[in-house]
């Protein structure tokens, strides 16, 4: 079936403008996630949806950041006033039920390909 | 101190050798492990997961230490195709969402 797909795969931008990212979800997964990879370096937790649940924000680094799920599907993550150390891979990350034991997520992610954002 | 570590490398070794990575945790409360493998410009790919009794898949050995904080991978007969970032992660029990990725650990297996 159909994996996690995430658009634009490339977005150069200005500094100071705004830029949405979009993800689409593995069908039927009710888990969310965002998150961030700088070159050479892990991935950066930013927000969590898991199905109609107010959205962990914990990671998100500045309230320039933004992200919203829409009908528990498709997510979008909002950038306003993008500087340029917000370039990055932004990854998007399903699973299917977000199935957590104290907090801990037990599940298997599955990765969209991502968003290279390049802020000039 | 990171909250997960993991060398960086790169480790470079023939095919067919023996290779293991460690990773270690600082949050003892730490619930779930897993390694994933990430190839150049490529989203990563869950490898495994580790639990606590130990797992074999393959020429792929997953540990656990809790006393330590650490989990391994051991990859033996090393393949060209095992060439990648190897990824440790590690979900905590802070009361919250919290899964953290290693900076990872580059593998090169050379002919």
């Known amino acids: 079936g159909a994996g996690v797909s995430q658009s634009p795969s490339n977005k150069v931008t200005e500094k100071g403008k705004d830029v949405e990212l979009r993800c689409d979800p593995i069908s039927g997964h009710t888990a969310l996630y965002w998150y961030r990879q700088s070159l050479g370096q892990g991935l950066e937790f930013l927000i969590y949806f898991q199905g109609n649940s107010a959205p962990d924000k914990s990671g998100l680094p500045s309230d320039r950041f933004s992200a919203e799920r829409t009908g528990g599907s498709v997510s979008t993550l909002t950038i306003q006033r993008t500087q340029q150390e917000d370039s990055a891979v932004y990854l998007c990350a399903s699973s299917p039920t977000g199935e957590t034991s104290g907090g801990a997520i037990q599940e298997t992610q599955y990765f969209g390909p991502g968003t290279r954002l390049l802020v000039l | 101190r990171k909250e997960v570590e993991q060398d960086p490398g790169p480790f470079n070794v023939p095919e067919g050798a023996t290779v293991a990575f460690n990773c270690t945790y600082s949050n003892s409360a730490s619930q779930s492990f897993f390694w994933y493998r990430q190839d150049c410009r490529k989203e990563p790919k869950l490898l495994m997961s580790v639990y606590s009794s130990g797992n074999e898949d393959g020429r792929f050995t997953a540990q656990l230490n809790r006393a330590s904080q650490y989990i391994s991978l051991l990859i033996r007969d090393s393949k060209l195709s095992d060439s990648a970032t190897y990824l440790c992660?590690?979900?905590?029990?802070?009361?919250?969402?919290?899964?953290?990725f290693g900076a990872g650990t580059r593998l090169f297996v050379k002919a």
């Open positions: 992660v590690v979900n905590e029990d802070t009361g919250g969402f919290k899964t953290i």
